[in-house]
């Protein structure tokens, strides 16, 4: 499994591609940060990413696109700013076809230190560590690119198996509400069949 994942923002958006599958060692197919100048025209800002991350997916073919999940913070205009890059990944991922994930950050640290409160520091570390790097990927939005490519390869599993169970789920309840509908539709139409009367008999001749 190829994972291409990011860590979204306007000024530094971190790409990082990791290949592997569970239980198995991971490897760093390729990391960078997309920048764009902070004085810059915001629609150009979001061209420059669009275009960064395009290479990128021609460069290395993912088969998933994994996203940092905005998530609300003090600072509004830093939201504002994660959300739009954010949905520029998607975007590209989504013209493609391909497949997109959105992870928090809880999840993301949780999967990868085991602790959802670690900081970037403990994040950094953990990466290279899995990845067996010989330093911290710099900057750290970087390693949070690719430590989102992990989470998905590591969570992926589990959530294809729950995504099945509750649409196997939902098509029993499909069923079962079909079935019960049409006995209440038999029954309905039974209760309003009038019994037929008995012809008359005419007067002997």
């Known amino acids: 499994m190829r994972v291409l994942g990011v860590d979204p923002g306007l000024t530094r958006c971190g790409i990082g591609v990791v290949e592997g599958v569970p239980g198995r060692p991971l490897t760093m197919v390729g990391v960078g940060v997309v920048r764009t ?36 913070q003090h600072n509004v205009r830093t939201v504002m700013g994660t959300a739009q890059a954010s949905a ?15 992870h928090t950050p809880s999840e993301v640290k949780a999967a990868v230190t085991g602790s959802g409160r670690a900081d970037k520091a403990q994040v950094g570390a953990m990466v290279t560590r899995l990845l067996r790097l010989d330093a911290p990927p710099k900057p750290a939005d970087a390693a949070d690119a690719l430590a989102l490519a992990i989470c998905h390869i590591w969570r992926a599993p589990a959530q294809t198996r729950l995504q099945q169970a509750v649409a196997q789920n939902r098509f029993q309840q499909a069923v079962a509400l079909h079935k019960a509908q049409a006995a209440n539709a038999t029954a309905s139409t039974t209760a309003h069949v009038s019994p037929t009367a008995p012809a008359s008999k005419g007067r002997p001749a």
């Open 37 to 72: 100048p902070a004085d810059a025209e915001l629609g150009l800002r979001l061209v420059a990413i669009e275009q960064g991350i395009e290479q990128w997916l021609d460069e290395h073919r993912p088969e998933f696109v994994a996203v940092e999940r905005v998530f609300s």
């Open 88 to 102: 520029v990944a998607m975007l590209c991922a989504a013209r493609r076809g391909i497949p997109v994930a959105l």
